[in-house]
């Protein structure tokens, strides 16, 4: 195989468009924690960090519901289900990312390294709640909602209140849109015995569950540019991202829910690349 094509379809296995979810949160928190930009070492170390993590992760989840993609027709086609990706070569994938992990982890500072066993056991284990818990939905938002602290730690080597609130909002934004996400696999969930909110309790009780989530994200958010003190531009941001959340829910309904990958990938992905902008303005703002 070209090597190429097998970059392309590693990216495609990994979903690597998918970053945009978690690492603008991060970025926002490093913002916030060195008061502008840190060191280029730093940034690289965190944005390494922050690809290796959600790479190792994503094989891992790969991996792990290997069996069910390939039963799944939605998943049947992807690259490590049809065969396109080798489990051997996933698996090396995986180990380098593990590596560049954890080095990151060890040259950024002593508590990010010390840590690191506990981020890698969501990221490697997360895939598997979903084999006795619904709140799979809750434990997934948690283990991107790492992100916002880990970068916090990574620049300043100290917990803090702003970091844990905005980790609260990122858990509870990602948990959101997975329990819409996971509604598309309601049928092939009930019948391979998989938990998930959708399959539980149904489509219309998801859809309520996604909106408190959502809403409860927003508070966070709030409490997060709060606890920091941030700017008017950030919260210019949040009034901005906020009827992008209800718009969201709107294009979604019991009847219909046709419109699900434009509420995941396309609204979900301009909140964050938002909410970085302005975060950014902010920044760059009070450095004036």
Not at 75 to 101: H, I, K, Q, Y
Request: hydrophobic content about 55%; overall charge neutral.
């Amino acid at each position: 195989m070209g090597v190429l094509k097998k970059i392309g379809l590693t990216l495609s296995m990994i979903k690597f468009h998918h970053t945009v979810f978690a690492l603008p949160f991060a970025l926002i928190s490093m913002f916030w924690a060195a008061g502008g930009l840190p060191s280029m070492r730093t940034l690289f170390l965190i944005l390494l960090a922050m690809v290796s993590s959600r790479s190792l992760a994503m094989t891992a989840n790969r991996i792990a519901d290997i069996e069910f993609d390939k039963r799944n027709p939605r998943t049947m086609d992807w690259p490590l289900a049809s065969g396109e990706l080798s489990l051997s070569f996933a698996w090396l994938f995986l180990s380098l990312n593990l590596v560049l992990f954890v080095l990151s982890a060890y040259l950024l500072n002593d508590l990010c390294f010390y840590l690191s066993p506990v981020a890698l056991l969501f990221l490697l284990g997360y895939s598997f709640t979903k084999r006795f818990t619904w709140l799979c939905h809750i434990i997934l938002g948690f283990t991107d909602g790492i992100a916002p602290m880990g970068a916090w730690l990574a620049v300043t080597g100290k917990w803090a209140l702003p970091p844990m609130w905005l980790s609260l909002a990122v858990t509870f934004w990602v948990a959101g849109f997975d329990v819409l996400y996971s509604i598309q696999d309601i049928d092939i969930d009930k019948a391979e015995r998989l938990y998930s909110i959708p399959s539980r309790f149904g489509i219309k009780a998801s859809l309520w569950v996604s909106a408190v989530l959502h809403l409860l994200t927003f508070v966070c958010y709030g409490l997060a540019a709060w606890s920091f003190g941030a700017g008017m531009f950030f919260y210019a941001g949040l009034l901005l991202i906020a009827p992008l959340l209800v718009y969201e829910h709107l294009i979604i309904t019991p009847d219909d829910t046709t419109r699900l990958d434009a509420a995941f990938f396309t609204v979900n992905g301009y909140i964050s690349i938002l909410l970085l902008v302005f975060a950014a303005a902010d920044a760059y703002w009070r450095l004036k």
